[in-house]
């Protein structure tokens, strides 16, 4: 089945670190996503990692993937006001990784 | 190196009447995917194209429909609008060659009143 799950929001203080979660269904998808949606905007990639990785760091941040409980979470260090943004998490679907299938996403707030 | 563009960017219709979207693929790839995101609903899969082929079908119907060119530009059409059909439309570029991560566009959002 297809259904990402994720948390509806996040408020964290500026400096501090953002920690979104999203549980997905589907044992055999090769990739996993994070995207950035920023108001009015389409979906900026953030980072992805790919099936047979537990982590992934790129600058501020860390992608950490629990396979056996299909758990995926995105950790933002030294959260900024300019990291406000709804957040998406994606799971590649279907033979030869053709579609993606969305959370709901989870709108961070950043408060000064 | 060209990101993915789509046009027009805000497009008003009413029910009943037809709409076609427009996307230009991110340079070197080719593959296109178009996605409906509804108000505060995550992006839902319509369809992918592949060497003017739909290699990939979501669950919708099909008055929608899509055209790939030589370009790997695309188009997604849309009749008979209905008021749900209101939303973002997303196009995305991969290349299927890579680890066919999809890249998005600015989106076109249609009102269908």
């Known amino acids: 089945g297809e259904d990402v799950e994720q948390s509806l929001f996040l408020s964290v203080r500026e400096g501090d670190s953002s920690v979104i979660n999203c549980t997905y269904t589907?044992?055999?998808?090769?990739?996993l996503y994070w995207y950035k949606q920023e108001p009015g905007a389409g979906l900026q990639l953030l980072t992805y990692?790919?099936?047979?990785?537990d982590m992934k760091q790129d600058q501020r941040l860390t992608v950490l993937l629990n396979k056996k409980d299909k758990h995926l979470s995105l950790r933002i260090a030294d959260t900024q006001t300019g990291d406000s943004a709804i957040y998406f998490c994606?799971?590649?679907?279907?033979?030869?990784?053709?579609?993606?299938?969305f959370g709901a996403g989870t709108t961070v707030t950043v408060r000064a | 190196e060209t990101g993915v563009t789509q046009s027009p960017t805000h497009l008003i219709k009413t029910r009943g009447q037809q709409v076609t979207l427009r996307c230009s693929s991110q340079?070197?790839?080719?593959?296109v995917s178009w996605y409906q995101q509804a108000l505060g609903q995550g992006p839902q899969f319509i369809f992918q194209?592949?060497?003017?082929?739909?290699?990939g079908r979501g669950n919708f119907p099909p008055r929608f429909s899509g055209l790939q060119f030589p370009n790997y530009s695309s188009e997604l059409n849309v009749n008979a609008l209905e008021l749900d059909d209101s939303a973002l439309y997303l196009c995305?570029?991969?290349?299927?060659?890579?680890?066919?991560?999809?890249?998005f566009g600015p989106g076109t959002r249609l009102t269908v009143l």
């Open positions: 990692i790919f099936s047979n990785m």
């Open positions: 995305a570029s991969s290349d299927t060659s890579g680890s066919n991560t999809q890249y």
């Open positions: 589907d044992s055999s998808s090769t990739y």
């Open positions: 340079s070197g790839h080719n593959t």
């Open positions: 194209y592949y060497r003017e082929e739909e290699n």
């Open positions: 994606a799971e590649s679907i279907g033979s030869n990784d053709y579609k993606l299938s």
